[in-house]
């Protein structure tokens, strides 16, 4: 299973941006997937976590802000988020399971991508 992040960039404050992940490989068993972030010495966060059912599950910290939706015909997910703040600055990193369920332990997950660069910045 390969995994391709896009969509980061720099934003102000209070603005928006949309990632996409697209997968690829042996995409018939996947589940779940998943966004999570690190941030430069923090802990890696996952933030949502989404399965084929529609199942969705958010961290605290973005509720309300983002959401994570799927298309499954395209097998690729996505992450829009809105009113950023300067704390949501990380590596964002898309993730996928055969297991189910819209888990926010990293651990259950089985791939990863490569990430892209998200900065809230004035």
């Known amino acids: 299973v390969q995994l391709v992040e896009s969509g980061g960039g720099l934003v102000q404050p209070g603005g928006s941006l949309r990632l996409s992940c697209q997968a690829s490989g042996n995409i018939f068993s996947i589940y779940s997937m998943g966004w999570y972030r690190q941030a430069p010495g923090k802990q890696r966060e996952v933030v949502a976590g989404?399965?084929?059912?529609?199942?969705?599950n958010y961290v605290e910290s973005v509720k309300g802000r983002f959401a994570i939706s799927r298309d499954t015909a395209k097998n690729t997910v996505y992450l829009q988020m809105n009113s950023l703040k300067p704390e949501d600055t990380a590596v964002y990193y898309c993730?996928?399971?055969?297991?189910?369920?819209?888990?926010?332990?990293?651990?259950?997950?089985?791939?990863w991508g490569q990430g892209t660069q998200v900065t809230v910045s004035s």
């Open positions: 989404i399965t084929n059912g529609g199942s969705i």
């Open positions: 993730a996928a399971t055969f297991k189910i369920g819209a888990s926010l332990d990293p651990q259950f997950y089985a791939y």
